[in-house]
């Protein structure tokens, strides 16, 4: 089945470091991402999209890439600060425009240490 | 603030227990939504209701049952889980089907 994965459980960095999180998609159709942070106690939270027609979108200190060639979606979080800690995921869209139709990715832990 | 509440924010249940989640959106959208969120596994789509009426029910064992009484409301009634069902379940809305997700922070379940 259709699947989206992350490279990493766990990342580890140090305040004011960049960090990047990486996850691979399967369905080369799926034309729209999404970036969620979850931190503890909490529900899922919005961060940025971006759409299949663009490699690259930029918001307040994220910036997500997306690499159709080998269905690869980063985020990259600039200065990462202790309020960055947190579980981050994607989802993809296949092309039915629903958002009900989002698969969800398992997530990385971002821990950010002083 | 979240404009999705939920509670209870926990609850522990037996297996022969009945209790009932509950959702509220204060946003004005008009589809609501529930998800399972297991340790390690990613969110599991549950049901979707649009203006109201279920739109989506995948494959969800009838021990769970979802209610929407109106636009603002959604319930989980629980009847005779497994232990097997305890995560954190999740409730989102969204302006129309295709509008973007916003998340209540959940209601973590264990079933014991």
């Known amino acids: 089945g259709e699947s989206v994965g992350l490279h990493l459980p766990t990342l580890s960095v140090q305040e004011g470091d960049n960090s990047i999180i990486n996850c691979a998609y399967s369905?080369?159709?799926?034309?729209?991402f999404i970036w969620y942070k979850q931190e503890s106690g909490k529900g899922p939270q919005f961060i940025i999209d971006?759409?299949?027609?663009?490699d690259k979108r930029q918001g307040q200190r994220v910036t997500v890439l997306l690499n159709k060639t080998v269905k690869h979606l980063s985020l990259q979080i600039a200065a990462t600060q202790p309020g960055d800690s947190a579980v981050y995921f994607c989802?993809?869209?296949?092309?039915?425009?629903?958002?009900?139709?989002?698969?969800f990715g398992t997530g990385t832990r971002l821990q950010v240490f002083p | 603030e979240t404009g999705v509440t939920q509670t209870p924010r926990h609850l522990v249940m037996g297996m022969t227990n009945k209790k009932s989640l509950k959702c509220e959106q204060h946003?004005?959208?008009?589809?609501m939504y529930w998800y399972k969120q297991s340790a390690k596994k990613p969110l599991e789509l549950m049901f979707v209701?649009?203006?109201?009426?279920?739109?989506e029910n995948n494959s969800v064992p009838s021990r769970f049952s979802p209610e929407c009484p109106n636009s603002s409301h959604l319930f989980l009634h629980l009847h005779t889980l497994q232990p097997e069902d305890s995560a954190l379940y999740l409730c989102?809305?969204?302006?129309?089907?295709?509008?973007?997700?916003?998340f209540g922070e959940g209601s973590r379940l264990t079933v014991l």
């Open positions: 989802a993809e869209n296949p092309p039915s425009y629903n958002t009900d139709k989002l698969i």
């Open positions: 209701y649009s203006l109201e009426e279920r739109v």
């Open positions: 989102a809305s969204s302006q129309s089907r295709d509008g973007e997700l916003f």
């Open positions: 971006i759409r299949s027609n663009m």
């Open positions: 946003l004005g959208h008009n589809a």
């Open positions: 369905n080369s159709a799926s034309d729209y």
